[in-house]
């Protein structure tokens, strides 16, 4: 099984801040990498699919960069709405989720 | 607009059985992988099964082979997980989710509770 391990665990940051979150696959996974936020009662949102690809309607402050084994979401300027935890996935050999990443406001 | 609205959760005891279900709208159902993805209370999102969109390929989590078999109705636009020798750890929300590229998720349902316990 590909093992995915997300740093941080949980992030304190301000408005404005920009914020690199960090995803690590245990073998390589090409750009078999999605990014989902996800608010308190709330499912689940795709971000970014193939590691860079933003999806339809997600605001351009959202990047994703990354190949092989080491991925990174960035969120260039924070919004208040943009507090949340966010979660990598890989979908290279069936699907496994990170252990997901707590944002929240300093 | 796409809809998925899952049903079928409840209270069961472990060993027992559940059968949810996922109704689809807004778009064309068959053309569609789709997946089937849990949450534990307080906890992370874990996968568990997946089906093509004529239901010939699927696939599943280690930790429910065996136990669960995920299957689909085209003509009512439905997807199914058969959940069997539920334990206490299945205790989770179960989402449905429409495959999108790279096997993403790009649409979701608010989920259906499943409860395990004596």
């Known amino acids: 099984d590909i093992q995915m391990t997300q740093s941080p665990s949980s992030l304190s940051a301000s408005v404005g801040d920009r914020v690199t979150i960090t995803c690590r696959a245990s073998?390589?996974?090409?750009?078999?990498l999605n990014w989902y936020q996800q608010k308190p009662g709330k499912a689940p949102m795709l971000l970014i699919y193939?590691?860079?690809t933003l999806q339809s309607g997600v605001p351009s402050r959202f990047s994703g960069s990354g190949s092989g084994t080491d991925f990174t979401l960035t969120i260039s300027s924070l919004q208040p709405e943009d507090f949340a935890t966010y979660y990598c996935?890989?979908?290279?050999?069936?699907?496994?989720f990170g252990q997901g990443t707590k944002l929240e406001i300093k | 607009e796409v809809q998925l609205v899952e049903s079928g959760g409840g209270l069961v005891q472990p060993g027992g059985s559940l059968r949810l279900s996922c109704a689809a709208s807004?778009?064309?159902?068959?053309?569609?992988?789709m997946h089937w993805v849990r949450q534990a209370p307080g906890k992370g999102l874990v996968w568990v099964s997946r089906i093509s969109g004529d239901g010939s390929n699927t696939a599943y989590a280690d930790s429910v082979k065996g136990r669960f078999t995920i299957s689909r109705d085209n003509a009512k636009n439905t997807v199914y997980v058969q959940m069997n020798s539920l334990r206490v750890e299945d205790t989770a929300l179960y989402y449905c989710?429409?495959?999108?590229?790279?096997?993403?998720?790009?649409?979701w349902g608010q989920g259906t509770l499943v409860a395990v316990s004596s």
């Open positions: 073998q390589s996974i090409s750009s078999h």
């Open positions: 996935q890989q979908t290279y050999v069936t699907s496994t």
């Open positions: 989710a429409r495959g999108g590229a790279f096997a993403s998720h790009d649409y």
């Open positions: 193939a590691a860079s």
């Open positions: 807004g778009f064309t159902f068959g053309t569609y992988w």
